[in-house]
């Protein structure tokens, strides 16, 4: 099955500086990787996505590269505020296969003003 | 308002006594799941459905139960609850499985003493 690895676990920036959280998977099926923000006490929910068709996808202060050949994939946040503290998910799935997602372990974002 | 609703929020409950955790979406949506999310191991699926009367297993299905008689709801069922099924369980939904971002509930807290 498929197996997604997330680092670091923890991240602490300054306000302002850039944060990258890296994620790799093993089953080359896999095509969709959507990424979760989860702040204290609260659901996930999605703030981006990318499919395997493509290599890079920015909304904003937050992007998503995508490296099919190594198997990784990176959420970068620039210039990051205080409110983007929280544990961030990456996740992988095989759309039109199993649709089973396989997350990662999380990376807990800590933003100091 | 457009929601996954999840109840109860909080239980407390002992071994073996059979248990029900209630899921509903009002977005008319075709696949629904159940995850658990446990300290350092991210969020693992339990179960999933694509539709009415159609469910499957997803990573971590042993001790658990679903029933999908109607498209709103999907409730889990814990027939004898054991104390490793102490756990943050999120239900989510989403329009179909190709599409992309998964609306979860707002959680239930499981404590199995």
């Known amino acids: 099955g498929e197996n997604v690895e997330q680092h670091p676990s923890t991240l602490s920036v300054q306000e302002g500086d850039s944060a990258v959280i890296k994620c790799t998977y093993s089953?080359?099926?896999?095509?969709?990787f959507p990424w979760y923000k989860q702040e204290l006490g609260k659901r996930p929910q999605l703030i981006i996505d990318?499919?395997?068709?493509?290599g890079e996808k920015k909304d904003q202060r937050i992007a998503v590269t995508l490296n099919k050949t190594a198997k990784h994939f990176s959420l970068h946040i620039t210039e990051t505020q205080p409110e983007d503290s929280a544990v961030y998910f990456c996740?992988?799935?095989?759309?039109?296969?199993?649709?089973?997602?396989?997350f990662g372990r999380g990376t807990s974002l800590i933003v100091h003003p | 308002e457009a929601q996954v609703t999840q109840n109860p929020r909080y239980l407390i409950t002992v071994t073996g006594k059979k248990l029900t955790v209630t899921c509903s979406q009002n977005?008319?949506?075709?696949?629904m799941s159940w995850y658990r999310q446990d300290p350092g191991l991210g969020l693992r699926q339990i179960y999933y459905?694509?539709?009415?009367?159609?469910?499957d297993k997803g990573d971590v299905p042993e001790g658990y139960k679903v029933s999908r008689k109607e498209k709103r709801n999907f409730p889990l069922i814990l027939e004898s609850p054991s104390p490793n099924q102490t756990s943050l369980y999120f239900c989510?939904?989403?329009?179909?499985?190709?599409?992309?971002?998964?609306?979860f509930g707002p959680g239930t807290r499981l404590t199995v003493l």
């Open positions: 459905s694509m539709n009415v009367e159609v469910t």
């Open positions: 990318i499919r395997s068709n493509v």
């Open positions: 089953d080359s099926a896999s095509n969709y």
């Open positions: 989510a939904s989403s329009l179909s499985p190709d599409y992309n971002e998964q609306f």
């Open positions: 996740a992988a799935s095989n759309q039109g296969g199993s649709y089973i997602p396989t």
């Open positions: 977005m008319n949506h075709e696949y």
